[in-house]
């Protein structure tokens, strides 16, 4: 099977004034391979569209021959060089299906349903990603990476004194040193009919340091009952979290969470609502416990495969005790796009506004924080092997309060393996 002469709409590799592609697919599927091989080499100027009209027509080829791995690979740096070129993108994805490697075709065909702008083309690469996920129903992924210095634990040492919930210690301010991010997360659905879903899942974060004082560690548990129709997708279940610092449990969080997402007309924009509600029960500073609600709202556009941009908000409404109560609200952006050099890159960036309930003890003013936090990823393609490739991960966040006390800053750099590219 071919997606030979699909989606009009989209960049394609230019063909030559003398031949179609349809004739080009029908020499391949008759076997005629080197008339396929002439038809394209001599129709063309001999610049770079014929150029890789040939790479591309001898990756047909290959495909063809059920020489899979070879023919993905030829389509690949294909992508790499011309990533707005969806006709070899489609093809890409479908080698990869044919390959049984689910997740680099699953990942290129959800950039094609993104970006597609006929619902016939979307229907069919979301068939695909539906056979993916039939074949593989669960999904399980970990990482290592570095956590450069921090200056504040954000959690409570040892010999914490708490004055009116306030932690007052040395070590408050004291250098964390270089420590390992790690963790792993996994899920498993259950298909209930065409648009009903069950799935179960998990996951483990933790930060590791040479002094236990800043060790964190949290982990999470849900289940979602899921709806999706052509257009629309739903979701709802319970969760359950915990977290600690110094190896000792700070608190418990269960609640219910759930999303909507809309697709918006033809294009592949959509617009997705997240909630949360949760109790946080904390082990010992109880003047922390309260109802957390959390509603989230976000907008992504689909320029191309190649390039996507989302836009959004989360506000978060804490009511714990006193001055432990607080209201957020955290405009974000988020762009992913192919750059130069084979690099898949993708840039975020918050700011977020707290403002806490009441005067803050021994200050006479209600508290406000003000947090920026920005990150960087780069997929580099070119390094890849066996089809996994190198991430480098960046990561800020700064936050300044009229407390001097809450001032803080941090660094994240992480090193991922990924076949998500």
Known sequence: MSFFGAEPTHASVQQGPSYSFAQVRALIEASEYDEARNLVATSGDGGKANQVAQIFTEALILKHQRQFQASAEKMQQII????????????????????????????????????????????????????????????LDGYIALAPSTNITRGASEDTIFIAGIPFTPKNQKQSGVGLNYGVSGTYQFKLDERFALAFGGSLDGVKYRDRAFDELSGQVFSELSYRTHDWRFGIGPTLARTSFAWEGHNWGYGVQGYVQKRLGNSGDTIRMTARMRYLDYDV???????????????????????????????TRMNAQNFNAYTSIRPNLEVYSDLPLGILGSVAAGYEFRNFDGKF????????????????????????????????????????????????DSHNFGIYLTKKY
Do not use: C
Not at 82 to 107: I, M, N
Not at 110 to 115: D, I, K, M, V
Not at 372 to 390: C, D, E, H, M, Q
């Open 361 to 408: 003890p021994m200050t006479g003013k209600g508290r406000e924080d003000r947090q920026f936090s920005a990150s960087v990823g780069l997929t580099l393609r070119k390094l890849s092997y066996k089809n996994i490739a190198p991430r480098l991960e960046y990561g800020y966040r700064i936050n300044s309060s009229n407390v001097d006390l809450y001032d803080y």
């Open 80 to 139: 790499i060089a011309y990533p707005q070129y969806d006709r070899v993108r489609q093809e890409l994805a479908h080698t990869y299906f044919l390959l049984g490697d689910g997740e680099h075709a699953k990942y290129q065909f959800e950039l094609l349903a993104a970006s597609s702008q006929s619902p016939d083309f979307r229907s069919l690469y979301n068939n695909y990603i539906d056979a993916i996920d039939a074949k593989r129903p669960w999904t």
């Open 285 to 315: 500073q109880d003047y922390h416990d309260g109802v957390e609600t959390t509603i989230g709202l976000r907008y992504q556009h689909v320029f191309s495969a190649s390039l996507l941009a989302s836009v959004g908000a989360t506000a």
